[in-house]
């Protein structure tokens, strides 16, 4: 039960700099969103844990904790395949910005 009471404050701890952030600007209100949907998740996944334990059994997962680890590594790889994605983004603009400005300093 105490893991629990740990978890808990770690999840309200995390929405508190969710909210934190994005009231100086630093994320947008669609990040702060997501996070706060990661978080309260979070909490309400560790008040109904017997629920998802018995609902893990179903899958063939016997204990609760593998349950939240596959699908804890399942979030990470879909999480880093988005920022994959985001970087090649940023790195396809950072190109375009160079060129630009390179032929911008040839012209002169």
Known sequence: MSIIIVGLIFSAAMLYFTHLYYRRGQFSRKDAALWGLVWTGFGV???????????????????????????????????????FERLRILQKKTEQIVEAVALMEVKK
Do not use: E, K, P
């Not at 018995?54 to 016997?62: E, K, T």
């Not at 204990?63 to 879909?78: K, P, Q, S, T, Y």
């Open 45 to 83: 996944l560790l008040l109904t844990y017997q629920q998802v334990a018995q609902i893990s059994g179903l899958f063939g997962v016997v204990r609760f904790l593998d349950f939240i680890i596959i699908l804890a590594v399942m979030a990470l790889f879909a999480l880093m395949f988005y920022l």
